[in-house]
């Protein structure tokens, strides 16, 4: 297996339903300044600021203008989700629109700051969590957009291949609800195992009714199963553990969640605000800014597979 190049730890907002607060302050600001030069050449002629807000990242129905010298405010996990949008304020700078990015160390303050007005939006979570949240709240925050996923990884511990695998090789998958169902979808997609009729999402190891290697089903925290994988033939890890520990699914993993499985559309992050704010001019822009062209390059480029663009 190659060591990659050590990312910053993911936080794993797209993982699990289950993840506790860390703290009530955010860890940082940031902002996207606005680029001078671009401002000008939209303020030239009508001709230029045509041009500059009809291409990538852009939405035609938005009134850019009006925009012009306003700043949108979102809360957001510093990895990925913060860098991600500086890419976004990049193309949102082309219009004279500041992107303020406030980072939060935790998943509780950022619905919090946006339900009560602090921020315009937040990026750091995925549509279950969000759904759980809002139940346990009585929050009003709805998702706009669906942005990227963080898919498990098949990765080789001390068998190198699904060919080789023994009868009775250990096999180590999260042991929390969320993410051992979406192990053992992963493990049944590779033919190792044979699930229930309609477990989907909920599977547990009680659900595997074909096992034809005796593969031993080692549950675990997943945050050690990148640890063990030594002492284990095969482990499915989560995209944030598997970086922490410089594996990349793209080149390291046997096999990964597909952007088309059930599990990349249920746990994708997603773009969210409060009810009412689904259709403003700021949150339309930045919809436009998020699922451009250029965002879904950086996150190729960067990630190499542990971040997979969903749109």
Same mark, same amino acid.
């Given at each position: 297996?190659?060591?990659?190049?050590?990312?910053? %730890?993911?936080?794993?907002?797209?993982?699990?339903?289950?993840?506790?607060?860390?703290?009530?302050?955010?860890?940082?600001?940031?902002?996207?300044?606005?680029?001078?030069?671009?401002?000008?050449?939209?303020?030239?002629?009508?001709?230029?600021?045509?041009?500059?807000?009809?291409?990538?990242?852009?939405?035609?129905?938005?009134?850019?203008?009006?925009?012009? %010298?306003?700043?949108?405010?979102?809360?957001?996990?510093?990895?990925?989700?913060?860098?991600?949008?500086?890419?976004?304020?990049?193309?949102?700078?082309?219009?004279?629109?500041?992107?303020?990015?406030?980072?939060?160390?935790?998943?509780?303050?950022?619905?919090?700051?946006?339900?009560?007005?602090?921020?315009?939006?937040?990026?750091?979570? =995925?549509?279950?969590?969000?759904?759980?949240?809002?139940?346990?709240?009585?929050? =009003?925050?709805?998702?706009?957009?669906?942005? =990227?996923?963080?898919?498990?990884?098949?990765?080789?511990?001390?068998?190198?291949?699904?060919?080789?695998?023994?009868? %009775?090789?250990?096999?180590?998958?999260?042991?929390?609800?969320?993410?051992?169902?979406?192990?053992?979808?992963?493990?049944?997609?590779?033919?190792?195992?044979?699930?229930?009729?309609?477990?989907?999402?909920?599977?547990?190891?009680?659900?595997?009714?074909?096992?034809?290697?005796?593969?031993?089903?080692?549950?675990?925290?997943?945050?050690?199963?990148?640890?063990?994988?030594?002492?284990?033939?095969?482990?499915?890890?989560? %995209?944030?553990?598997?970086?922490?520990?410089?594996?990349?699914?793209?080149?390291?993993? +046997?096999?990964?969640?597909?952007?088309?499985?059930?599990?990349?559309?249920?746990?994708?992050?997603?773009?969210?605000?409060?009810?009412?704010?689904?259709?403003?001019?700021?949150?339309?822009?930045? +919809?436009?800014?998020?699922?451009?062209?250029?965002?879904?390059?950086?996150?190729?480029?960067?990630?190499?597979?542990?971040?997979?663009? +969903?749109?």
């Amino acid at each position: 297996m190659k060591k990659k190049k050590l990312l910053s %730890g993911l936080l794993a907002a797209a993982l699990t339903l289950s993840l506790a607060a860390c703290g009530s302050a955010p860890a940082s600001e940031s902002t996207s300044a606005p680029a001078s030069d671009s401002t000008a050449t939209i303020s030239d002629t009508a001709t230029a600021e045509t041009t500059s807000l009809t291409g990538d990242g852009f939405d035609s129905t938005v009134d850019y203008e009006a925009l012009k %010298g306003t700043t949108i405010t979102v809360a957001a996990s510093p990895v990925p989700h913060a860098e991600i949008l500086k890419v976004a304020g990049e193309i949102l700078a082309e219009a004279d629109i500041n992107l303020k990015v406030v980072e939060f160390t935790d998943y509780i303050q950022p619905n919090k700051a946006t339900e009560n007005g602090e921020v315009d939006a937040n990026y750091f979570q =995925h549509g279950p969590y969000l759904e759980n949240f809002n139940e346990e709240n009585g929050t =009003h925050l709805v998702s706009v957009a669906a942005i =990227h996923y963080e898919p498990l990884g098949l990765y080789p511990g001390k068998t190198k291949t699904l060919d080789e695998l023994a009868d %009775g090789a250990q096999i180590g998958v999260p042991n929390d609800t969320t993410n051992e169902a979406r192990a053992l979808q992963l493990l049944a997609a590779q033919g190792l195992i044979t699930l229930k009729d309609g477990a989907g999402l909920t599977a547990t190891k009680n659900d595997i009714v074909d096992n034809p290697k005796n593969l031993n089903i080692v549950e675990m925290e997943a945050a050690q199963l990148p640890r063990q994988l030594a002492s284990l033939d095969m482990a499915v890890i989560n %995209g944030n553990y598997a970086t922490e520990a410089g594996f990349y699914s793209a080149d390291d993993a +046997i096999a990964a969640e597909d952007a088309n499985s059930e599990a990349a559309q249920t746990y994708a992050n997603v773009l969210v605000v409060k009810e009412g704010n689904e259709e403003t001019p700021a949150t339309k822009a930045l +919809i436009a800014a998020l699922k451009s062209q250029k965002v879904k390059d950086y996150i190729t480029d960067t990630y190499h597979g542990a971040v997979v663009a +969903i749109f």
